[in-house]
């Protein structure tokens, strides 16, 4: 198979270039001047007590981490990454997870809360922390493989060594 562009192993990563870029994104939307939070569909994430300046922190680090793991693991070999890089891109996922998490329940909360029609951002939070939880399953099984992998490597090699 052709190598992608994102790097050889990448083919089967695109959900998760997707969210280390709107990750990042978000980071630097949150850091423009205005008070985002302050919006409709956000401002119930705003009165439990999250700032601009953490939000845009988290997600900035983790997409940048996220977002290095994947080129690590798509451009070095893994004796060179070995499995490490495919745990980051797992802890990174459970971040997400858990903010989409945490944002989906913010806004539902808020949606029985009121008398206003729930935010339509609850689905699409929903689904992102749902597929996060499936990155990371992928990701551990990842890991696993390659940690297994360079297990085989070396031991064929102590064999042809002596």
């Known amino acids: 198979m052709a190598a992608h562009p994102a790097g050889p192993y990448s083919t ?15 980071a630097v939307t949150l850091v423009m001047p205005g008070d985002t939070m302050e919006r409709s569909a956000l401002k119930p994430i705003a ?37 490490k890089g495919a745990y980051i891109r797992a802890a990174c996922a459970a971040g997400g997870c858990f903010i ?5 329940g913010a806004l539902i909360f808020e949606a029985f809360k009121g008398p206003e029609a729930p935010s339509f951002v609850i689905p699409v939070f929903g689904t992102l922390a749902g597929f996060e939880a ?9 890991g696993v493989a390659r940690k297994s992998r360079i297990g085989k490597a070396l ?4 064999r042809m060594v002596g």
């Open 134 to 142: 499936l990155s990371v399953y992928i990701a551990a099984l990842d």
């Open 12 to 26: 089967y990563r695109l959900f998760e270039w997707c969210m280390a870029t709107m990750m990042i994104l978000i």
């Open 100 to 104: 989409m998490g945490q944002l989906t």
């Open 155 to 158: 031991d064929q090699l102590e």
């Open 47 to 83: 009165d439990m007590g999250f700032t601009e300046e953490n939000m845009a922190l988290f997600f900035g680090a983790v997409g940048v981490l996220r977002a290095m793991a994947l080129y690590l693991n798509g451009h070095f070999n893994n004796i060179v990454v070995g499995p």
